[in-house]
């Protein structure tokens, strides 16, 4: 009984590996009005019938690759400030906030604005994304506070840090139209040099 389990729960787990992929990859190429479930099943390699057995409905399968992703991302971001080593203070701030401005241009950021916006007009869609964005926010402010090795103890630290992604989540959306990494660079120069100040009170 194990043994015939086993490669069952293997190909559920991958065929929800490729919906989840395949959601985040429609929706940032097609946006929400073109991500369509049988667009994503399609995309996926899998049929309308496995799609629905595993997430009946679009909104339960885009809210499940939104938290899987910024999952993964977090990990990611995770195994790159492993990698930075002894680096410590304004060295560590500047390569930790450059990390996280990427988390706010990549893919997953943009599949997420597209479900927010959709979320706008539509009170299902917006009801199951709420708690969804307060676990994942609550969840990057830690992270950040961790890879910036900052302590929250100190007046004014956890609003600069809360400030630090808010920024950069605006940045992020005035990027999509066009290439605003210029202005975005001289920006975030700038508040590294702030954000130092803050952090090493």
């Not at 210029?182 to 120069?189: D, I, P, S």
Request: hydrophobic share 50%.
């Amino acid at each position: 009984m194990t043994i015939s389990r086993a490669p069952q729960q293997e190909r559920s787990r991958l065929t929800q590996q490729r919906l989840l992929s395949a959601t985040v990859e429609c929706l940032v190429e097609f946006g929400w009005s073109g991500a369509t479930t049988t667009v994503i099943a399609d995309r996926a390699g899998v049929s309308r019938g496995a799609q629905l057995h595993h997430y009946p409905t679009r909104a339960s399968l885009v809210l499940a690759a939104v938290e899987h992703l910024a999952e993964l991302r977090a990990a990611e971001l995770r195994v790159e400030a492993a990698a930075l080593g002894g680096l410590a203070g304004h060295d560590r701030h500047d390569r930790v906030l450059d990390m996280l401005a990427a988390s706010f241009t990549g893919p997953l950021f943009v599949a997420a604005l597209e479900v927010w916006v959709a979320a706008r007009t539509d009170p299902e869609l917006r009801a199951a994304l709420i708690p969804l964005e307060a676990k994942v926010g609550r969840e990057m402010h830690r992270l950040a506070v961790d890879l910036l090795d900052a302590d929250e103890s100190t007046p004014g630290v956890r609003e600069a840090v809360q400030a630090t992604l808010d920024l950069l989540r605006g940045l992020g959306v005035a990027n999509l139209l066009t290439d605003d990494s210029a202005r975005r660079t001289a920006l975030l120069a700038a508040w590294k040099d702030q954000l130092a100040t803050i952090l090493n009170r």
